[in-house]
């Protein structure tokens, strides 16, 4: 397993700006960093539910398809490859006000938002699964990548306003960088090399 480009991959695909980061960044700079953390709980909470279940979903399909973890291999890489497409063309950050962040909208947000609908289907089976495939490992990997996807939730809550004033500044430079960070994960998980 190439624990780099996962760390890589977890690390772009949870820290970028995506529904639910920009969420909290509106909502610490309208109602503050503790009704913030309420809407971070339900979104961890999603987050983590999101993995369980597809890492359960991927390992029935391996049984069934024994071929499949390579398929998801490429879908994942393909995803990859279209999410730092997006990230390279990304625009400026648009102000969006939600005063109801709370812990119920950050749950029901996850649920709903396509990044994270597709990162937790293709983590797993794209870069543990071919390595990994017992309960006690795939578990720990899950309880991993959530406690990664609350750290960077939490993260755009502490450095709300400094980090969207970074992003701003600079954000040509770093979605560029995101862009080839997310090419280099596509290319190391895709078998290409």
């Known amino acids: 397993m190439n624990?780099?480009?996962?760390?890589?991959?977890?690390?772009?695909?949870?820290?970028?700006?995506?529904?639910?980061?920009?969420?909290?960044?509106?909502?610490?700079?309208?109602s503050g960093a503790k009704k913030s953390m309420k809407y971070v709980y339900g979104a961890t909470m999603a987050f983590g539910l999101l993995l369980i279940l597809s890492t359960l979903l991927n390992r029935v399909l391996v049984e069934v398809i024994p071929n499949i973890l390579i398929i998801m291999q490429v879908i994942g890489s393909l995803y990859m490859l279209y999410l730092a497409y997006k990230i390279f063309k990304m625009g400026a950050m648009d102000d969006q006000p939600n005063p109801n962040a709370n812990f119920r909208s950050g749950l029901l947000m996850q649920l709903v938002n396509p990044k994270v609908l597709l990162f937790t289907l293709t983590v797993i089976p794209s870069y543990v699964m071919?390595?990994?495939?017992?309960?006690l490992t795939l578990t720990l990997f899950v309880i991993i990548i959530t406690v990664i996807g609350f750290f960077a939730f939490t993260t755009w809550v502490v450095f709300g306003t400094i980090?969207?004033?970074?992003?701003?500044?600079?954000?040509?430079?770093?979605?560029?960088?995101?862009?080839?960070?997310?090419?280099?994960?596509?290319?190391m998980i895709s078998g290409v090399l």
Do not use: D, E, W
Not at 13 to 20: E, V
Not at 130 to 135: A, D, E, M, R, V
Not at 163 to 180: E, G, I, W, Y
């Open 3 to 30: 624990i780099i480009s996962f760390l890589i991959y977890c690390v772009v695909a949870t820290f970028t700006p995506g529904p639910a980061n920009i969420v909290i960044l509106s909502s610490v700079q309208h």
């Open 130 to 135: 071919p390595f990994y495939n017992s309960t």
């Open 163 to 187: 980090f969207r004033r970074f992003l701003q500044n600079h954000q040509k430079v770093l979605n560029t960088l995101m862009a080839l960070f997310l090419v280099y994960s596509a290319i």
